[in-house]
């Protein structure tokens, strides 16, 4: 008698953990940032990396694109954004690899490609930092959406740009998924990457 | 006998403490929840609430005629799905929400707070966001146990104190059992 009261006690709750573990592992992933739905196809461009060469967007198909606009003398939102970025690197880990990290620039007059490349880089080496002349870059500003103005100061720098600072996810299709704008929490990122890294 | 009645006095002290403690973690949560003001919205379950920009709306904010009546604040409650369909030729921004030409942005308000967000499509380049905690009926029970168990435990601790003689209505239970 007793161990058929045994027998039922643990078979229910070796049904009720497997239940639950089918309820948390079937659960579908709920997105964290703002959701293009459906995704469209991210506006294509190819700006110069500062080696030399020319990054094309449509090139990267089968790679993750995070991509955020801003300018090298940026006081406080940039390097903000750009450390935030580094610390989704180091968290995806080895997914990484599968993800391309870029900055644009919104301040072509005086980022040049190479100083944007290089500033990308003393956040990661493998951030790239793209630019090109003004007309280069207002097709695409226009096409993400990039709000920018220069705005006169006193500092020695003389201007800054005023610019809005979101974080736009390609997928490895090359569609536009989402963003996050600025101030969103790491770790939402984090999610959201990795689920789109692990996505086939 | 004397063990008998002594286990049938502290459970009748425990389960009296346990019942005046929840009377009265219910009367304060549920009088708290009726005094709130957006009591309705906040208890209600989560929509979808879509807002549209029309064609030609960059074009009327550029040259100063929009004139289309958006609330410069609405109130949402947690869990809403906030979907922003744009029809216009450009991109615009409604605070964490970006929506490219010709397509939808959707963003579900998971946090509740007041939020003061620049919008692409209001004259004022503003728009306050409200999103209120949803209260729905498993978090007012959660409510009501949270106050409700320990208040009446601690009650039942403090009625273990009052000597037995001083309970008249613990007598007239005893000698019913």
Request: proline content about 6%; some cysteine.
């Amino acid at each position: 008698m007793l161990r058929r009261i045994e027998f039922w006690v643990i078979g229910g709750m070796v049904a009720s953990l497997l239940v639950a573990a089918a309820v948390v592992f079937t659960r579908p992933h709920s997105f964290r940032g703002s959701v293009i739905d459906p995704p469209l196809p991210a506006p294509d461009f190819a700006l110069e990396d500062g080696s030399g060469g020319r990054f094309r967007l449509s090139e990267q198909r089968g790679k993750l694109v995070i991509l955020f606009f801003g300018f090298t003398t940026c006081p406080d939102v940039c390097p903000t954004t750009l450390s935030e970025m580094k610390l989704i690197h180091k968290r995806l880990g080895t997914l990484a690899e599968d993800a391309r990290f870029v900055l644009i620039t919104v301040d072509p007059e005086r980022d040049t490609p190479e100083r944007t490349a290089q500033y990308a880089a003393s956040f990661h080496p493998a951030f790239i930092g793209l630019s090109g002349s003004e007309e280069e870059l207002q097709p695409v500003w226009k096409a993400y959406g990039v709000y920018r103005e220069k705005r006169q100061t006193a500092s020695a720098s003389g201007y800054l740009v005023d610019h809005s600072a979101f974080v736009y996810i390609i997928d490895r299709n090359g569609n536009w998924r989402e963003t996050f704008s600025f101030g969103a929490p790491v770790d939402d990122m984090v999610e959201d990457v990795r689920y789109l890294l692990r996505e086939r | 006998m004397f063990a008998r009645s002594m286990y049938l006095d502290f459970f009748i002290r425990t389960l009296l403490g346990l019942a005046v403690g929840l009377v009265f973690a219910f009367l304060i949560s549920e009088g708290s929840f009726w005094l709130l003001p957006n009591k309705q919205s906040a208890s209600r379950d989560p929509h979808e609430v879509t807002l549209v920009i029309p064609y030609g709306t960059s074009e009327q904010v550029k040259a100063g005629a929009y004139n289309r009546s958006l609330p410069e604040n609405m109130t949402f409650v947690q869990g809403d799905v906030l979907i922003v369909k744009n029809e216009d030729v450009a991109a615009h921004q409604l605070g964490p929400v970006l929506v490219p030409a010709h397509a939808s942005g959707v963003l579900e308000l998971s946090q509740a707070s007041e939020y003061n967000y620049t919008c692409s499509f209001q004259p004022t380049n503003r728009m306050g966001i409200s999103v209120l905690p949803r209260v729905d009926p498993n978090s007012r029970v959660q409510a009501l146990l949270a106050v409700g168990l320990p208040t009446g435990m601690m009650l039942a601790i403090y009625s273990y104190m009052i000597p037995p003689e001083k309970l008249k209505f613990l007598k007239g239970l005893r000698k019913a059992s």
